[in-house]
């Protein structure tokens, strides 16, 4: 029987914590994927239906409540109706790797290891230094040997193993006195614990009048060097088309970023936020759905649980099909025999840029949805 994962425990430190117990094991095959270095969709997929969450709402649920996904993506376009976009059919994207070093916050491991019997590593951002809680340095370096937390140094089990016989929370911890670096870790923790989404252009709004206010009171400016330079951020966020497909990957970290020097928190930034657009949708909401394949426009498949089956989205359509150019270039995308609802694996090769066909949705019973549905409680 596996372990129960805990609120905010990273996915190795899941799994190896399962490791480490006797009498836990995994078959021959999810072994051999979770000894791999560096993890990508493959090792979520299968953490997630190990947990009893299945398909792409078990594989978002497992990115937004034990990765630092949640960073990337609070903020959303209006017309993207996924979570993750097309990271549940693709490869590309490295979720974990031993590679990385690993930090903790002693004074977390003392308290779990008081209340639980056993500490874990938490899932962070790789930029925080500091606990959010606490207010003290995360180590990245053991005190007892000073080896480091990654590959070459110490293993992820140490963390249950101890290091000659002192668990990791016995460390003194290191009170921070950077405030810069307390409020990026609180930030930080509060993206990941936001129910809703913000959308990209009512951010936008807010931190373009914040930064008016900045250039009429030049002692607010605070940590901003040029205030001028963020304009081309905010005119990029406005645009609202359904037709231009992957503009705010990169985008949507400069706008938090902004955010970040301009509010004491993200909470108060999410307030204003809420307070222009009251009806933002919740996280949730898009766990569902995915981007299936990459094309001049983004194209979504819902997964429906209940009956085994999967929507078919295209935001585009109704604007793309008035358009003689586009119906020109892409004949078989008008062809109503092409069936385009099912997105049969063999459709489109040229424009399917993934290893597998979109998958099928597995019919769940009611106790299935329950345990994948099921929100933890905040701690």
């Given at each position: 029987m596996l372990l129960r994962i805990q609120k905010d425990e990273s996915l190795r430190s899941y799994v190896e914590r399962n490791?480490?117990?006797?009498?836990?094991?995994?078959?021959?095959?999810?072994?051999?994927?979770?000894?791999?270095?560096?993890w990508n969709s493959t090792q979520v997929k299968l953490i997630a239906d190990l947990l009893g969450w299945h398909g792409c709402y078990g594989f978002n649920k497992l990115l937004h409540q034990?990765?630092?996904?949640?960073?990337?993506?609070?903020?959303?376009?209006?017309?993207?109706?996924?979570?993750?976009?097309?990271?549940?059919?693709s490869k590309q994207r490295n979720f974990d790797s031993l590679s990385t070093v690993r930090a903790y916050c002693p004074v977390c491991a003392k308290e779990d290891k008081q209340s639980l019997g056993y500490s874990y590593w938490r899932r962070i951002h790789p930029d925080v230094q500091v606990c959010a809680k606490h207010n003290v340095v995360l180590l990245k370096?053991?005190?007892?040997?000073?080896?480091?937390?990654?590959?070459?140094?110490?293993?992820?089990?140490?963390?249950w193993g101890g290091?000659?016989?002192?668990?990791?929370?016995?460390?003194?911890?290191?009170?921070?006195?950077?405030?810069g670096a307390l409020r990026l870790?609180?930030?930080?923790?509060?993206?990941?614990?936001?129910?809703?989404?913000?959308?990209?252009?009512?951010?936008?709004?807010?931190?373009?009048?914040?930064?008016?206010?900045?250039?009429?009171?030049?002692?607010?400016?605070?940590?901003?060097?040029?205030?001028?330079?963020?304009?081309?951020?905010?005119k990029r966020s406005r645009i609202n088309d359904p037709c231009v497909p992957w503009k705010y990957y990169a985008l949507t970290k400069k706008i938090i970023e902004l955010a970040l020097s301009l509010y004491e928190s993200f909470d108060d930034f999410k307030h204003d936020c809420?307070?222009?657009?009251?009806?933002?949708?919740?996280?949730?909401?898009?766990w569902d759905t995915?981007?299936?394949?990459?094309?001049?426009?983004?194209?979504?498949?819902?997964?429906?649980?209940?009956?085994?089956?999967?929507?078919?989205?295209?935001?585009?359509?109704?604007?793309?099909?008035?358009?003689?150019?586009?119906?020109?270039?892409?004949?078989?995308?008008?062809?109503?025999?092409?069936?385009?609802?099912?997105?049969?694996?063999?459709?489109?090769?040229?424009?399917?840029?993934?290893?597998?066909?979109?998958?099928?949705v597995r019919r769940l019973t009611r106790d299935e949805l329950v345990v994948m549905t099921e929100m933890p409680t905040q701690g």
């Open positions: 490791l480490f117990v006797p009498n836990t094991v995994f078959d021959n095959d999810a072994a051999e994927s979770f000894s791999r270095c560096n034990h990765t630092d996904y949640p960073w990337e993506v609070v903020l959303k376009s209006r017309f993207n109706y996924s979570y993750s976009d097309d990271a549940y059919l370096t053991c005190q007892f040997c000073n080896r480091p937390f990654a590959r070459g140094g110490h293993v992820v089990s140490v963390m290091c000659a016989g002192r668990h990791l929370g016995e460390a003194q911890p290191v009170v921070n006195r950077n405030l870790a609180q930030f930080f923790d509060q993206v990941c614990r936001t129910d809703d989404h913000i959308y990209i252009d009512t951010a936008a709004a807010i931190i373009e009048g914040k930064l008016v206010n900045c250039v009429a009171n030049p002692t607010a400016l605070g940590e901003l060097e040029d205030v001028s330079g963020f304009g081309h951020y905010i809420h307070q222009l657009e009251p009806n933002a949708p919740s996280i949730r909401s898009f995915y981007c299936c394949f990459s094309s001049n426009t983004q194209i979504f498949v819902r997964e429906i649980y209940e009956l085994g089956v999967a929507e078919w989205l295209w935001p585009a359509f109704e604007h793309l099909s008035r358009d003689p150019t586009y119906r020109n270039s892409f004949p078989m995308v008008w062809n109503p025999e092409s069936d385009l609802c099912c997105i049969p694996s063999d459709m489109h090769p040229s424009r399917n840029h993934y290893d597998a066909p979109c998958p099928g």
